[in-house]
């Protein structure tokens, strides 16, 4: 019988049927975050219990840890004492910690792919409802609350019920200024914040195949936006080069053996969604958000939507509510808003390409005057890499602040927040009410979109500058 | 986890669609250690000088310490913050009765004995023009929510999930009676898959 790629990893990953549609499903990696990691930890040291798979446990601080030049896992005072509490628990639990400072340290999605800690064919969750993004290696990865984190340290289980099954085909090329991050935010506005409530989406068509490994991690992080439970694309031989030689991916022989068993992970001819939608990318431009959901998109050349153009009254409703939290008016042109933050990082766009597209518009231009402007690398390995090709010097020169790997700006959980009532464009995922700070106003966009909006001073067309 | 039958009481009125869980509880106030239930909708039910918002639904003398929410599309989209669940049970929430959830916090309310109800856009209206009759009940035991005018609508929970709240039942310690199973099924995948578990000696 023909599958899909997600029941495919499903059913091999199944160590018991439980019955009315419920399945015991293998965990074949965790990981722990500072704000998620230490309660689920208590929860099982309060009942006493092992942790039963110590080695496919790892721990990073990445929530509520400073961006700050220089920082130390003190610099954030209630962060020091969620760094303190993961790095102790983790230490007396045998689970590997990644420090501050040290190469494996990030934002969790952005480390797991860069160490191969995530390979094709595994389960994986976390304590954040990003954990979708690691699908784009083809890996069966969603998000958990605290008492489903307890359950898989003591069992290395989940008790779960199959979702929904969804595909999505981004068909055909993009065009100029046109990136992951404009086509997933075009889909989610498109199709709505709910529209994967309850599925597993899986990515296809010739744009994904094209793509490489770095913005297919863009396009499933934002899975959660679209209410997805997770979001993956078959692995293939661009997901077996961005593997090859990282730390944690098999070598040698063992590598090839591996790969033997990713090719295996597609899915079939013939076999069935819930639900199929077609992306014709040649039709997307640059993207924003105008409001307080990820469904709040528009084109970059369009014009604000009215309330009016709304038939559903709650829609209406929230519309004028997002208007006016926004502080836009229907109908104005998006482009030429004023702008007073720039925010280039997250688990959506902090990797080195999507520093390396940032950096090359941002060369030999500058911060618009009283723009704030940050670059905070995904990771210490970003850093690194991202310092070793200049890429510092290009942002410096240009006016951005070039800042210490973490979630930062995104969360808002580390002392750094976007002040009440300013405007911020933002690389990051979630435009929500209070996101970035109270009264903060959160735009969407690439990162190529947030250099334009900080040299200009005001949202602007990428295409245009 | 605190067991569920049923429950008595006022039921708020806030159908706006994507109520995500920052809006229901800001992560600053998860690293706090505060009491989440005072910090609930926050965004919502406070002006920002703090002073409470006179036009939120949710400052209305008769619906303080309400147990039952009505709520729109999609609510408790966005993170996967568990503290969204106990913040709203803080509050006074035992029962959240929507058009659609976010799906970790849909399966985050059953570890902590709050319940869920998915009901249409027609009937959650009528439950919704009935708020301020007086009070409605929820029951999990025949599935049914009574409304002030004596209405009575059904909905639909899924069998394991309801016994799961019914019974209280601790989850980690159903599985760990299937301890056998996962030995079996481990020991077969280190002879399949190898690479899966050589992380130990790894340096990266």
Redesign the interface.
């Known amino acids: 019988m023909p599958r899909t790629l997600f029941e495919k990893i499903w059913d091999a990953h199944v160590?018991?049927d439980?019955?009315?549609?419920?399945s015991?499903l293998?965990i074949?990696r965790h990981l722990l975050h500072d704000?998620?990691g230490p309660?689920a930890l208590a929860e099982v040291a309060r009942?006493k219990?092992p942790i039963?798979?110590p080695?496919?446990t790892f721990a990073v601080a990445d929530?509520?840890v400073s961006s700050a030049p220089g920082r130390t896992a003190q610099t954030f005072e209630?962060?020091s004492r969620?760094y303190g509490a993961l790095e102790h628990l983790a230490a007396k639990e045998h689970i590997?910690f990644?420090e501050l400072g040290q190469?494996?340290q990030g934002i969790v999605h952005v480390m797991g792919p860069e160490?191969g800690l995530v390979?094709p064919?595994?389960t994986l969750i976390c304590?954040?409802?990003h954990?979708c993004t690691n699908g784009a290696l083809g890996a069966l990865a969603f998000?958990?609350?605290?008492?489903?984190s307890?359950?898989a340290l003591?069992?290395?289980?989940l008790?779960q019920?199959k979702?929904r099954l969804m595909r999505v085909c981004f068909d055909g090329s993009p065009g100029q200024g046109v990136t992951p991050k404009d086509l997933i935010l075009h889909l989610i506005g498109k199709i709505g914040?709910?529209a994967a409530?309850?599925c597993a989406v899986e990515y296809a068509g010739s744009a994904i195949r094209a793509m490489p490994v770095e913005g297919r991690l863009t396009i499933c992080n934002l899975s959660?936006e679209l209410?997805?439970?997770c979001g993956l694309i078959a692995p293939d031989e661009t997901t077996f080069a961005y593997l090859r030689g990282r730390?944690?991916?098999?070598r040698g022989e063992?590598?090839e053996?591996?790969v033997a068993?990713w090719r295996t992970l597609y899915t079939d001819d013939d076999a069935g969604f819930d639900r199929e939608e077609i992306v014709d990318v040649a039709g997307v431009v640059p993207t924003v958000t105008w409001g307080?959901?990820p469904?709040h998109t528009m084109s970059i050349d369009g014009a604000v939507p009215s309330p009016a153009s709304q038939s559903d009254p709650?829609?209406r409703?929230?519309f004028a509510?997002a208007l006016d939290y926004m502080g836009l008016q229907a109908g104005q042109p998006i482009a030429g808003t004023k702008v007073d933050w720039v925010f280039i990082g997250s688990c959506a766009n902090s990797r080195l390409s999507d520093l390396r597209e940032a950096a090359a518009l941002a060369r030999g231009r500058h911060v618009a005057p009283d723009v704030t402007a940050w670059v905070v690398p995904g990771s210490e390995q970003v850093k690194r890499d991202s310092e070793a090709e200049g890429l510092d010097t290009i942002f410096r020169d240009a006016g951005f602040e070039w800042r210490e790997p973490g979630c930062s700006l995104c969360?808002?959980?580390n002392g750094e927040r976007v002040p009440?009532g300013a405007r911020a464009v933002s690389t990051s995922n979630?435009n929500?009410?209070?996101?970035q700070g109270?009264?903060a106003r959160t735009h969407l966009a690439s990162p190529a979109m947030a250099v334009a909006a900080a040299v200009t001073g005001a949202l602007c067309d990428v295409r245009k500058l | 986890m605190q067991p569920f039958t049923s429950v008595t009481g006022a039921a708020v009125p806030h159908l706006q669609a994507n109520i995500d869980t920052d809006v229901i509880i800001r992560i600053e106030r998860l690293t706090g250690g505060a009491d989440l239930g005072r910090y609930a909708f926050e965004a919502l039910r406070t002006l920002p000088d703090g002073s409470p918002n006179p036009d939120s639904v949710f400052n209305e003398p008769r619906f303080a310490r309400a147990p039952i929410l009505l709520a729109g599309r999609n609510f408790g989209c966005g993170s996967s913050r568990e503290g969204a669940v106990t913040a709203l049970m803080g509050m006074g929430f035992r029962a959240v009765i929507a058009l659609s959830f976010g799906d970790i916090f849909f399966a985050n309310c059953f570890r902590n004995g709050l319940l869920p109800v998915v009901l249409p856009d027609a009937t959650l209206e009528t439950l919704a023009a009935e708020a301020r009759m007086g009070d409605f009940t929820v029951d999990l035991r025949s599935q049914t929510i009574l409304t002030p005018s004596r209405n009575s609508v059904s909905f639909d929970v899924d069998a394991l999930q309801r016994q799961g709240l019914l019974e209280g039942l601790d989850e980690i310690g159903l599985t760990l009676k299937c301890a056998g199973d996962i030995e079996r099924w481990q020991s077969a995948d280190r002879v399949a898959r190898p690479w899966v578990w050589q992380t130990v000696r790894v340096v990266v």
Not at chain 1, 18 to 22: M, R
Not at chain 1, 143 to 148: A, D, H, R
Not at chain 1, 154 to 157: D, G, H, L, S, V
Not at chain 1, 247 to 250: C, E, G, I, S, V
Request: net charge positive.
């Open positions: 160590v018991r439980l019955g009315g549609g419920w015991l293998h074949d704000l998620s309660p009942r219990l039963r798979d080695e496919l929530h509520a209630l962060g969620l590997r990644f190469k494996g160490l390979l064919g595994m304590g954040d409802s954990t998000g958990v609350g605290n008492s489903e307890a359950h003591a069992t290395q289980t008790r019920q979702p914040a709910a409530a309850g959660v209410g997805a439970k730390p944690f991916a098999p063992m590598f053996r591996a068993h307080t959901s469904e709650e829609r409703k929230a509510a969360v808002a959980a009440p979630r929500f009410v209070g996101r109270p009264g």
